[in-house]
């Protein structure tokens, strides 16, 4: 397992921007797909952003397409998401998972690291 903390959430109104970061420690980096979660209360967690090994191939959700950048610096073992234009429907703990799988886009399976989450609030 790589292990994985979340950073730069927080409170933030509509129509504002964060950065969110994960930082992996432990078996290489480049070894796992990468990707970026949230759940909001009463909800299932769901797939927000997923970046292949080399970052050459990304998927988002539909409902973030043109707001969210995911990317990864695979020599400073840190992947990011940029999330632009944020909507109150974004708040949720978001989270960073890592999968040693085959990649498939947001189907992309076995995301068995995962980060402890960060909060991000977007206020109406």
């Known amino acids: 397992q790589v292990q994985l903390v979340e950073s730069g959430g927080g409170l933030v109104q509509a129509g504002g921007s964060l950065r969110l970061s994960c930082a992996a420690s432990?078996?290489?980096?480049?070894?796992?797909?990468m990707g970026w979660f949230r759940q909001a209360p009463g909800k299932e967690r769901e797939l927000v952003a997923a970046?292949?090994?080399?970052?050459?191939?990304?998927d988002y959700a539909d409902s973030v397409k043109g707001r969210f950048t995911i990317s990864r610096d695979n020599a400073k073992n840190t992947v990011y998401l940029q999330m632009n234009s944020l909507k109150p429907d974004d708040t949720a703990v978001y989270y960073c998972?890592?999968?040693?799988?085959?990649?498939?886009?947001?189907?992309?399976?076995?995301?068995?690291?995962w980060g402890q989450g960060t909060q991000v609030t977007v206020s109406s």
């Open positions: 998972g890592a999968s040693i799988s085959t990649w498939w886009g947001r189907s992309t399976t076995n995301f068995g690291s």
């Open positions: 970046i292949s090994r080399s970052g050459g191939s990304i």
């Open positions: 432990g078996r290489t980096f480049s070894a796992y797909v």
